[in-house]
């Protein structure tokens, strides 16, 4: 088999002609520009068997991400497993909303709540490195994973086992994100996430649990002055913008994602 034909095959699959070029070049460990312009090499039967089941994977609807094994997320590689939500660029404005509320070269203490591969708390590591950053998730798999991240990415992050607020009795933080499940247990679109951790999806019933569960310990985790910076579903923008008046934060606001829909809502608790 040549590359051209090893990509003729994913078209035939169905599957999208950058995630064929992305497969071919993760398992030949070349540039997608190198497959173009090499396109008359013939593969080695091994890597040729290899690439077919990695095309057999995606066109079955398995993630790119965990098939490579690997995700780009605000500007940092990240490994993935199925233990773990494969990381969005969408979540990147919920990072981009915290880096602006932390000036850099000043410590804070600040908090990931349901980290998953530690993309939000190592990003947010990453660019403010004065800042302490603790992490949690239910998930002992999850939590492996985003460890050896940021080993690998040499970023001193604490974290710790446990559900939401349940770990931490007595910690005060000055920011506090968190990316939790917000899909409705039976919204449509889950079938088509089958291979993600349906727990990291969806709280099941209106997919509003996990969000009430944070805003209601947020006032006794930050300090006075602090912020809760939430992401949610793109038709929860009002509820959200509800449980956190409700709860007494001020200077609440939402924030739109690349598809200037709804994504993160945020409020300020009183000093």
Request: charged residues 20%.
């Amino acid at each position: 088999m040549r590359i051209r034909e090893a990509l003729a095959a994913g078209r035939e699959l169905g599957v999208d002609r950058l995630d064929t070029q992305l497969l071919l070049a993760h398992r030949l460990q070349r540039t997608r520009a190198w497959l173009l312009a090499h396109d008359d090499d013939a593969l080695e039967p091994p890597v040729a068997a290899q690439f077919g089941a990695d095309l057999a994977r995606r066109a079955a609807g398995v993630p790119l991400a965990y098939i490579v094994g690997e995700r780009e997320f605000h500007g940092l590689a990240l490994q993935v497993t199925p233990a773990v939500l494969v990381p969005r660029p969408d979540t990147e404005v919920l990072v981009d909303w915290a880096l602006e509320r932390l000036p850099p070269d000043q410590p804070a203490q600040v908090l990931d709540l349901g980290t998953g591969s530690g993309a939000i708390a190592l990003a947010v590591k990453h660019a403010r490195p004065a800042v302490t950053v603790v992490a949690t998730d239910v998930s002992e798999a999850a939590l492996a994973v985003a460890a050896a991240n940021a080993k690998r990415l040499t970023l001193e992050v604490d974290f710790v086992t446990g559900a939401w607020w349940q770990p931490l009795a007595g910690r005060r933080f000055d920011l506090v994100l968190s990316n939790p499940p917000y899909i409705a247990g039976d919204d449509e679109h889950l079938p088509a996430l089958r291979h993600e951790p349906r727990g990291a999806l969806t709280p099941e019933g209106d997919g509003l649990d996990a969000l009430r569960q944070i805003v209601a310990g947020a006032p006794a985790q930050l300090v006075p002055g602090g912020w809760l910076l939430l992401e949610h579903g793109y038709d929860q923008a009002e509820a959200v913008q509800a449980l956190l008046l409700a709860a007494g934060f001020t200077a609440v606001t939402t924030r739109h994602d690349l598809g200037t829909q709804p994504r993160c809502t945020g409020g300020c608790l009183p000093r």
